[in-house]
């Protein structure tokens, strides 16, 4: 625990949406004139956490499971129906300049910057927007645009760059406020694998620079188990899980992998588990996690082994597990 | 000795007012064709009318409502600038902003969204006048104005259309407000347009409308937008009437932002709940 106390905290937070419905078709449009029918959508339900000063948090779920509505909840984007918000002592909804001033919030799919602009006029903006002294504003954008590689790309105009070199000088934009929480929803949505790789190490790099706290949504594994130590997976509105991220696959992962090179490759391992693939001489077969050890021992007696191998499952898997045991 | 002088630091939101400044002129520089060719759009709606009541003045004996053709030509030559200074963030723009998320990113900065649109239309007014004046050149050659200005209506022109542009930035912000409650306002939008076309001096001289629309005018917000900034400019208006035009300025910017104060309230609070 840090002496400071968490930098976030949440608690039995719920958010309620009334959305208007009505079925297809004219006679039902021509009803929806006089009575309009609406339904409440929880979007989220009776969530808490909290989440210390440095920490670097995945926020994991499915399309529509609450968590971007969380997100835009702690930013102060949206109002909470019920519950208790606290980020950085303020509560966001409230949108006070001190702490609007050390937050940031990046959408993968939202664009900030002055399109016809050069990045560099719209950090000249932000300098402004933010009260930033003008040399703190030139030592963080120099170092910016120097960790992101972008010392070319921000003198041309933002509609003549790829998605990828958008995206890092949005972040770089987003935080030349040196912004102490990093709210950050599909940072790299959309970007070739090397741009992904590029921004998250940008991502570890400033929060080991900066000490700041990062919540992160996701949809590639990759980018969580790059950054983030601790996971936060939402379903459906509520938290399934909250822990270490290597934690997750003993708590939802059923299954094992094993893996087995054999002398003999025309031996049917059938009776010993589900067979993923098979390629020459090795195999690889799922197995239920409470039997693993029992199974391998059968595989070694039985079978003329060269090597063994157990694995968890990817931790994709898992998560699709968790989803698919949550529903 | 060499003495150190420290520059000044401008206050923080004069420093922000002239960056968006500086960013509007640079990005709609870029629009110049567009630009120019909006510009020569709107210029149809005041010639039309010039010609039109030119040529009832010229029928009449060379006056209608106290105006001769030459004092017409001067009232909507002055027109087309108060007319590029007006122009303000539209009611339409709103529905756009909160579609594609645009608010939502002005709500995390910790300014007021109205001060970015104060000041990047702001900005834009200085593209628009450079761009304003070779037309304004072109239309004095053709339409042969008379106007006299004397030093005091000239200051009186000037702060007047500062009144101008927040009378009818704070209006249009409440009208455009709307938009956080439903989402198709657009018939509301144009009966709020009609009444300024015709109270405002927009469509003609408030001197030629019937006494029981001038009356109604005084009421309302429009002239101060639009006949008063000219009037003081090609009328013959006594300096306490320039004082109280300036003075009624003053009072509808001040009750324009108490109600953009009252109506973002509520409708932030509504758009917090519902989100987008």
């Not at chain 1, 050890?293 to 595989?299: C, E, M, N």
Request: hydrophobic share 45%; glycine share 8%; net charge neutral.
């Amino acid at each position: 625990m840090s002496l400071e106390g968490p930098d976030i905290v949440v608690g039995g937070l719920t958010k309620t949406f009334v959305v208007p419905e009505r079925e297809a078709g004219l006679k039902a449009a021509a009803r929806s004139l006089f009575h309009r029918r609406h339904r409440e959508v929880r979007a989220v339900d009776q969530i808490s956490f909290t989440i210390e000063p440095g920490e670097v948090v995945g926020f994991l779920g499915p399309n529509g499971a609450g968590k971007t509505t969380t997100l835009k909840m702690l930013s102060g984007l949206l109002f909470p129906t019920i519950g208790r918000v606290s980020v950085l002592d303020h509560v966001p909804s409230k949108r006070e300049k001190d702490f609007l001033s050390r937050i940031t919030l990046v959408m993968g799919n939202r664009n900030q910057l002055q399109w016809d602009l050069p990045a560099v006029d719209s950090f000249e903006m932000n300098r402004a927007i933010y009260r930033i002294p003008r040399p703190d504003f030139e030592r963080a954008r120099d170092e910016l645009v120097d960790l992101l590689e972008i010392g070319d790309l921000v003198h041309k105009p933002v509609r003549n760059l790829s998605l990828g070199e958008r995206m890092k000088a949005e972040i770089a934009g987003a935080l030349l406020h040196s912004p102490r929480i990093l709210f950050l929803d599909e940072p790299t949505i959309g970007l070739d694998i090397g741009m992904q790789k590029r921004i998250r190490s940008f991502i570890a790099e400033y929060n080991r620079r900066n000490g700041a706290t990062v919540l992160l949504t996701s949809h590639y594994m990759a980018d969580v188990q790059a950054l983030c130590k601790r996971v936060i997976v939402i379903h459906h509105g509520t938290i399934l899980f909250d822990g270490q991220l290597s934690a997750l696959s003993e708590r939802f992962g059923t299954h094992k992998t094993i893996e087995v090179t054999l002398q003999d490759p025309s031996v049917s391992l059938d009776s010993y588990g589900e067979v993923i693939s098979r390629d020459a001489d090795k195999a690889r077969i799922s197995v239920p996690r409470a039997e693993t050890s029992k199974i391998a021992a059968r595989l070694l007696n039985d079978l003329p082994v060269v090597d063994l191998t157990i694995e968890d499952l990817p931790i994709e898997d898992v998560i699709e597990q968790t989803f698919a045991g949550g529903s | 000795m060499v003495v150190a002088v420290r520059p000044r630091r401008l206050p923080a939101i004069l420093d922000f007012y002239l960056t968006v400044m500086r960013t509007a002129v640079q990005e709609q520089f870029q629009y110049r064709a567009a630009n120019y060719a909006y510009m020569i759009g709107m210029l149809a709606e005041p010639v039309i009318y010039l010609v039109v009541w030119s040529t009832v003045a010229n029928a009449q004996g060379g006056e209608v409502g106290g105006y001769t053709a030459s004092q017409l030509a001067a009232y909507y030559i002055v027109w087309t600038l108060v007319r590029n200074i007006n122009i303000v963030f539209t009611p339409n723009g709103w529905e756009w902003r909160i579609r594609e998320g645009e608010l939502s990113g002005m709500l995390l900065r910790p300014v007021h969204p109205i001060h970015y649109d104060l000041a990047y239309f702001a900005g834009w007014k200085v593209v628009v006048v450079v761009m304003w004046l070779p037309l304004a050149v072109v239309l004095t050659a053709v339409f042969r104005p008379d106007l006299t200005v004397s030093p005091v209506e000239a200051i009186v022109f000037s702060v007047s259309l500062l009144g101008a542009y927040l009378i009818r930035s704070m209006f249009l912000w409440v009208l455009g407000m709307i938009t956080f409650w439903t989402t198709r306002v657009a018939a509301l939008y144009e009966l709020y347009f009609t009444a300024e076309l015709l109270l405002s001096g927009r469509l003609v001289p408030l001197s030629l409308m019937p006494p029981w629309a001038q009356t109604l005018a005084d009421f309302l917000p429009y002239r101060w937008t639009f006949g008063f900034p000219i009037e003081a400019l090609v009328g013959d208006l006594e300096t306490s009437e320039l004082l109280f035009g300036l003075g009624m300025q003053a009072a509808w910017t001040l009750a324009g932002a108490v109600l953009v104060a009252l109506v973002w309230r509520r409708g932030i609070r509504r758009y917090s709940a519902v989100g987008n």
